[in-house]
């Protein structure tokens, strides 16, 4: 194991997985709280429909694939905002639609192509230091954001009319929410794939609820575990040659129900 | 009466085309302890979110601190402390008390600020006088009905507000708690000058503690001291049949079953 790492192509993909990793747990944190973990899955599937879209007409797949999971979330947020449809309805016409317009765009193509699919399942092992270039720099824009915004975040998070009450601009940061999670979506396309990268979001997050009570607690080991299940789950797949999407969410699903099982919250489930 | 702190002039509010609240003229003096009353859907909460700068007037005008509320700056919401009906919150969120009450000086940061020394200072200072500063590292969630109450008051307070707007703070807690709960806010009003808001459904509970009592039903039927508005004439109005007037002179409103939990 000590020599795969000694390859490129492995250094690469370990950092592409673990950048990944840091920024879904991250954001999972508020997507959680916030309960936006449906719109986050709708977003993926918006996405691999602009990815879809990119190939067949020629343009930059990681550009379409962002601008097709802005105008989801926008949608939805304006959707909930305007009370005229709870969020899991307006997300679910969503998810299908963009979902059927992706296979509406992989059915015109001429020919079978091999990489769209990539998007859909995620091979880290193949990301090109092109590619980890833009994850990089959208990654780490989308943690400085988090960091910049935390307090107004978590603020919304407990109770955005409260928070809108006390003088934070509560819709704007709600609305900037949605788009790091879209943008967040995008990044982690190529490494878990559109199908598998909400699992990504969503298990860090679940799981540090299950172990601790206090906010800055929660999101910092939500932070360590989806980094080191990333990490883990790369390394997992090199050695024994599976597929690294999988492979990542499969360990982080594995974690998750031991910190169900081991909870200190377990025992006081009693109902209030 | 003192300065007027918020002054309602003829305001008509609502949502989607439904008035909530109609023709409301009403000055609160800075100082004054008020409490709010009326039945179910009677546009009380509509009062505390107008209040709180978050639902303009359809017509008319509500000036808050002087400053007309559909105009009102974020640096003016943050001196009204707000303390928000109990089952809009969830109990599980994982957050410690300090953290709870530290929300309270994020708006009065503002963007990019972050909290200082003095501002942990300022939230500890509010646990002291809501007596939770020992809980500061407890779960909210592991808190009694009551406990949360208090530092969820204490987060207002953390604001350092002008005024104070509770919106039925003693539902949903058991009676003795109610009592304390309400002697902690008359408390805070007599100590550090607040003007205070109090909506609630339970007349009884604090009719011997306020100034004035306002009393809603979409329009305003009366505004005065207790003994003023609390006539079986004016009442009858309002709550209709639902009214027992006992012996005692105690009067019961019976028309929240379904809100007692």
Request: glycine share 8%; proline share 4%; hydrophobic share 50%.
């Amino acid at each position: 194991m000590i020599e795969l790492l000694s390859y490129d192509f492995m250094q690469r993909s370990l950092a592409a997985a673990m950048l990944v990793g840091a920024v879904c747990s991250a954001i999972g944190v508020f997507v959680v709280l916030r309960g936006l973990a449906f719109v986050g899955a709708g977003t993926a599937h918006a996405a691999f429909a602009g990815v879809a879209l990119a190939y067949l007409m020629g343009w930059p797949p990681l550009a379409v694939a962002i601008v097709f999971g802005l105008a989801t979330v926008w949608v939805t947020g304006l959707m909930e905002e305007q009370g005229r449809m709870k969020l899991d309805v307006s997300t679910g016409i969503l998810y299908t639609a963009t979902m059927a317009l992706a296979i509406l765009f992989i059915g015109m193509m001429k020919s079978y192509n091999a990489e769209v699919y990539g998007y859909l399942f995620g091979s880290v092992l193949s990301v090109s230091a092109e590619e980890l270039q833009i994850i990089l720099g959208l990654g780490l824009s989308v943690i400085a954001l988090l960091l910049l915004f935390s307090k107004e975040l978590y603020f919304i998070a407990f109770d955005q009319e409260m928070a809108e009450a006390s003088g934070v601009p509560a819709r704007r940061i709600f609305y900037l929410l949605l788009t790091l999670v879209a943008v967040t979506v995008v990044v982690s396309l190529k490494t878990v794939g559109a199908i598998l990268v909400f699992a990504m979001v969503l298990i860090p997050a679940s799981t540090a609820y299950q172990l601790t009570h206090s906010l800055a607690q929660m999101t910092t080991l939500s932070v360590i575990i989806g980094t080191s299940c990333a990490a883990g789950g790369v390394l997992i797949s090199s050695a024994w040659d599976l597929p690294s999407g999988p492979a990542i969410v499969l360990l982080a699903t594995a974690v998750f129900f031991l910190s169900v099982l081991f909870s200190p919250k377990r025992l006081r489930r009693s109902p209030a | 009466m003192n300065n007027p702190i918020i002054r309602f002039s003829h305001a008509t509010f609502g949502f989607s085309g439904v008035v909530a609240l109609e023709d409301i003229t009403l000055d609160i003096a800075e100082g004054e302890f008020v409490g709010v009353i009326g039945p179910n859907g009677s546009g009380k909460t509509t009062l505390c979110r107008a209040i709180l700068g978050l639902m303009p007037p359809f017509s008319g005008s509500l000036k808050i601190f002087d400053c007309s509320c559909e105009e009102l700056h974020c640096h003016h919401r943050a001196r009204i402390g707000y303390l928000p009906q109990k089952d809009s919150l969830d109990r599980n969120f994982p957050i410690t008390v300090l953290e709870t009450v530290m929300m309270g000086r994020y708006g009065v940061l503002g963007l990019f600020k972050r909290p200082s020394k003095q501002d942990r200072d300022i939230a500890m200072h509010a646990l002291e006088s809501v007596t939770m500063h020992d809980h500061w590292k407890t779960a909210l969630g592991y808190l009694s009905g009551g406990q949360q109450q208090r530092v969820f008051i204490a987060r207002a307070l953390a604001q350092q507000p002008k005024v104070l707007l509770l919106d039925e703070p003693t539902t949903g807690i058991d009676i003795t708690t109610q009592h304390s709960v309400l002697d902690l806010v008359q408390r805070l009003h007599r100590d550090m000058g607040l003007t205070v808001l109090l909506v609630t459904h339970d007349i009884n509970m604090i009719r011997e503690r306020v100034n004035r009592l306002v009393l809603l039903k979409t329009r305003l039927y009366a505004a005065g001291p207790p003994e003023e508005v609390l006539r079986p004439d004016i009442l009858r109005e309002v709550y209709g049949k639902d009214l027992v007037i006992t012996e005692k002179d105690l009067i019961i409103v019976e028309d929240y079953h379904h809100h007692h939990h």
